[in-house]
Structure formats: structure tokens, C-alpha cells
Nanobody, 125 residues
Framework: QVQLVESGGGLVQPGGSLRLSCAAS????????MGWFRQAPGKEREFVIA????????EYADSAKGRFTISRDNAKNTVYLQMNSLKPEDTAVYYC??????????????????WGQGTQVTVSS
């Protein structure tokens, strides 16, 4: 079983950047497709971006295209979410998640069996 811990959230001005990290323990991340989801106050959790186990395929939500990048360092057992050109509507709690079953990244939260505790991202001037 894998445990996930996110870090790197915080307050950033519109147009700024943040890099979130998701560190895994318990099992090697190379066994998992990894995704990032987010949940804003009063809204359902939504898919942001996900990456295949080998790092060679990425699935994007429309909101993430051109602004967000996901990467993974399997040797460090860590996944990263680089967020650029941030907007106030990106404000949410961001969660990383691991999927042990699907080879190609899924957009559906039910496919991910392991979740971190989340990290708050606030975009405001």
C-alpha cells in the first residue's frame, strides 16, 4: 500500500507559479498511474492532470492545458505538478492520487485507490 503526502501549496498572485510535490512511501511509484485532482469550496472534486507509469503519456483537463505540467521522478518516488499562469479560479485544495489498475491515466476519481491529504492553493492579489 502506498502513502502519499502533498506539499508546496500556498498563496500566489494571479499570473504566478507554484510547484506541488507528492511524495510516496510504502511502495514504489513506478507501479502507479498518478493524478492530480482539486476541490474548490462548494464544488465537487475535479480532475486536473495525470501521467502514465512510465511518464510518457499525460492526460489533461481543459483547464490545465498550456498552463500545468505533471512530471514524475520514479527514483525519488515523487510526482510534481508545475502550475503557471495561475488564475483565481485555480484556488482549491489539490490532491495527488495513485491508480494501480489502469495503464493509461484516468480522469475518474473512482479509479484512484490512494489519496494524499491535500494541499491548499490560493490565487489572490
Amino acid at each position: 500500500q502506498v502513502q502519499l503526502v502533498e506539499s508546496g501549496g500556498g498563496l500566489v498572485q494571479p499570473g504566478g507559479s507554484l510547484r506541488l510535490s507528492c511524495a510516496a512511501s510504502g511502495r514504489t511509484l513506478s507501479s502507479y498511474t498518478m493524478g492530480w485532482f482539486r476541490q474548490a469550496p462548494g464544488k465537487e472534486r475535479e480532475f486536473v492532470i495525470a501521467i502514465r507509469r512510465d511518464g510518457k503519456y499525460t492526460e489533461y483537463a481543459d483547464s490545465a492545458k498550456g498552463r500545468f505540467t505533471i512530471s514524475r521522478d520514479n527514483a525519488k518516488n515523487t510526482v510534481y505538478l508545475q502550475m503557471n499562469s495561475l488564475k483565481p479560479e485555480d484556488t482549491a485544495v489539490y490532491y495527488c492520487a495513485a491508480d494501480s489498475d489502469n495503464y493509461y491515466p484516468s480522469r475518474f476519481s473512482n479509479d484512484y485507490g490512494y489519496w494524499g491529504q491535500g494541499t491548499q492553493v490560493t490565487v489572490s492579489s
